[in-house]
Each structure stands twice: as structure tokens, then as C-alpha cells.
């Protein structure tokens, strides 16, 4: 089989073990797989069914059109598929046929959503803003709906919920202040599954756990607390070709703009990686990837298809294959994230859908 474009190997017993590890970690409670974004670029459907396997019964999307896909190819599985998006304007007969569960997050949603029920109550999640002041209801709302329950008739609250914004800082005092109003908010409504923890929330301490946690970038392999990263196993794996290697005389430059200049000579390999499939063009300075058992400096400017780098030091006449690792069990997604001046979550869904899926299992 040629090879010219990138490949992203997805490993699902990586995954499925790094599910293992949230639950218990979240004590044993429910996890919630966030495969928003086609699960961080990963696969929705096949993250999805594999996560079934292992228990998952609830998946959270962001988007309505993410939702419908879902349940599409879930089939008969009976998931929870909820979409934190809510109910948008005109959103609510298609919530309604795709049998998905919105994440209301206004007074106006839950008009909307409640607009569709007819004689059976309609099953929907409340998302609070505890102080991210992102989505949600705000808390006076809440108090207000939990003394009006005719403001919710039609509806059943399965599913109380709200956001961290600072999880990934255990020791930020937002943390606790949200997680106080967050269990004022669920304190009033008992019969629904209370849900705050994102990946990073999962690790502050168990008082953040609640009914359900719902992590997304610990799943795939992402340390979300810079302190956990040996627990979890490396799912997503980058690769892309070298399609040459050229020698580059001292004074001659490389790539566009021409700003790296040789001052010695050196090999330089051109992978078929750039821009287009992900490769950040801020990784042109700092950037390495992996190849002959050592990281490789990236040189010159990242262009949309290919990728520089300094082969210089690798030694002669070994064959290295022709593959190199740009994310992968050599190159962490933290480590090739914080070269390119982001993080794992971009990093991931930056990912081109010109790079090669598969979908590896041996389990
Ligand atoms: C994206 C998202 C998550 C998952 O966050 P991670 O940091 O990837 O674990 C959880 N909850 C909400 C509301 C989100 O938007």
C-alpha cells in the first residue's frame, strides 16, 4: 500500500483501559464518555460502541447534528445521548425524533423542550452555572423552578448538572465555590443524577464526584491535571512519511521565508505532514517529532503538506523505516501540545481528516 498521507492509529484497548481507570478513580460511579467533536477527532461511533462494551450507558455531544449521528449508529443500543447545546431555537422536534436528552441551559430552553412534550414527559438534563459563566441557568433560576415545579411540568429532570472552569488547578479557589453551589443546586432536585466533574474534576478529590463524572480528554490519553498522566495509556498515535531526505549545505535556507538557515551541514528529512493535517504552524519553532529512537528537531516553517526536520544526528546506514511519530507512545499528546504553544484538546481536534483512521483492538 503507497504511503504518502499522515495515519492516526487509534488503539481502543487504550481507550477501554483508560475507562477502567476514570471509574475507578470516580469510585466506582457512573462515567459518562464526552465524545463531543467526534469524540476530540477520535471516532464518536467507534468510541462509542467500545465504550458501550465497557459499560457506558450515557454519552454527551455538543451539538444537536453530533446527537443524531449518535443514535444513528447506536441503533438499538439504548443510550442516554445528551446534548449540552440544550434546545436552540427550532432545535426541539429534531431533539424530539432523535430520542436525544437536551442539556437545557435557560428558562427559554425549558419553554421550548417543554413545548414538545405531549402526554408522556419528555426526560431532560438542567445544566447550572455555578461560575463559569459559560451556559447554564443561573442559580436564582434554579431555586426559582425548584419552588415552581409548574415551570418544569412536562418535563422529567433526569440529570442535574454543571461545568469546572478551573479544574485543572486543584488548588483554585473556584473549585470549592463552585462545588458548593453546585450541591445547593442538586439539593433540589433529588430524583436526578448530580454530574460535575470533567477529567480534570474526577482528580480534585472525591467530593467533586457526585452521581456521575463526565470526563473527554482523560478517555483519550490526555493528562488533565499534568500529574496524571502514567495512568492513563496512550490512545491516539500520529504518524506521517518521510518522503525524502536532502543534505543542506551551511548558509542555505529551508522551507518558506527562508528563516532557518544551516550553519552546518545538514540532513533534513521532508515528512508528508503540515498544517492541513494538523501540524501546527506554531510548532515551527520547538516543535519535534520522534524518529530513530530520538526526538527531531522541526526546521523552517510548517507548510500545509510537509514538515522539516534535522536527521542530522541520526546515525547512517540504520534503517528506521520510513515513518515517524508526530503523537504517540514516544511523543505524548501533553508534551507535543505544549511544543506547539497549546493544548492536548486542540492539539487533537486539530487533527486533519486527510490522516488515515484505523481503529485498532486486540480485546
Ligand atoms: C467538554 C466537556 C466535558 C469534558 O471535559 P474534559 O476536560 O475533556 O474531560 C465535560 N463537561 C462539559 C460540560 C464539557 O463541555
Not at 484497548?13 to 464518555?33: Q, S
Not at 455538543?62 to 440544550?86: F, N, P, T
Not at 461545568?163 to 483554585?172: F, R, T, V
Not at 514538515?307 to 501533553?334: H, R, Y
Amino acid at each position: 500500500m503507497p504511503v504518502d498521507t499522515p495515519r492516526l492509529l487509534i488503539n481502543m484497548d487504550a481507550l477501554a483501559a483508560n475507562y477502567r481507570t476514570l471509574k475507578r478513580a470516580a469510585l466506582g460511579f457512573e462515567v459518562a464518555p464526552v465524545v463531543k467533536a467526534d469524540a476530540y477527532g477520535l471516532g464518536a461511533v467507534q468510541v462509542s460502541e467500545r465504550l458501550w462494551e465497557e459499560g457506558a450507558r450515557t454519552f454527551y455531544v455538543a451539538r444537536l447534528s453530533e446527537g443524531e449521528a449518535l443514535r444513528k449508529a447506536m441503533g438499538s443500543k439504548q443510550a442516554d445521548i445528551l446534548v449540552l447545546d440544550g434546545a436552540p431555537l427550532g432545535s426541539g422536534p429534531q431533539l424530539k425524533a432523535g430520542g436525544l436528552v437536551p442539556v437545557l441551559n435557560s428558562l427559554e430552553q425549558i419553554e421550548r423542550w417543554r413545548k414538545e412534550a405531549g402526554d408522556a414527559p419528555l426526560p431532560a438534563a438542567l445544566h447550572v452555572d455555578t461560575g463559569i459563566n459559560r451556559l447554564g441557568l443561573t442559580m436564582a433560576e434554579v431555586e426559582m423552578l425548584a419552588k415552581r415545579p409548574d415551570r418544569l411540568k412536562g418535563l422529567e429532570i433526569g440529570w442535574v448538572l454543571s461545568h469546572l472552569a478551573c479544574a485543572d488547578e486543584p488548588g483554585n479557589p473556584l473549585n470549592p465555590k463552585q462545588r458548593l453551589r453546585f450541591d445547593d443546586a442538586r439539593f433540589l432536585f433529588r430524583g436526578a443524577k448530580a454530574s460535575l466533574a470533567n477529567s480534570a474534576g474526577i482528580f480534585i478529590s472525591p467530593l467533586y464526584i457526585f452521581d456521575q463524572v463526565r470526563p473527554g480528554i482523560s478517555l483519550y490519553g490526555g493528562d488533565p491535571t499534568g500529574q496524571h498522566g502514567d495512568l492513563l495509556q496512550t490512545v491516539a498515535t500520529l504518524e506521517a512519511p518521510i518522503l525524502q531526505v536532502r543534505d543542506v549545505a551551511p548558509g542555505e535556507s529551508i522551507g518558506y521565508g527562508g528563516d532557518f538557515v544551516a550553519t552546518r551541514p545538514m540532513k533534513v528529512a521532508i515528512i508528508g505532514a503540515g498544517y492541513a493535517d494538523g501540524i501546527l504552524r506554531s510548532t515551527s519553532k520547538g516543535g519535534v517529532v520522534w524518529y530513530a529512537d530520538g526526538p527531531r528537531p522541526v526546521v523552517g516553517q510548517v507548510s500545509m503538506d510537509l514538515t522539516a526536520i534535522d536527521v542530522t544526528d541520526v546515525p547512517q546506514g540504520e534503517d528506521f523505516g520510513d515513518m515517524v511519530e508526530l503523537i504517540g507512545p514516544n511523543l505524548s499528546l501533553d508534551a507535543a501540545a505544549a511544543a506547539a504553544g497549546t493544548t492536548a484538546y486542540e492539539l487533537l481536534v486539530r487533527i486533519g481528516a486527510r490522516a488515515e483512521r484505523t481503529w485498532k483492538r486486540f480485546s
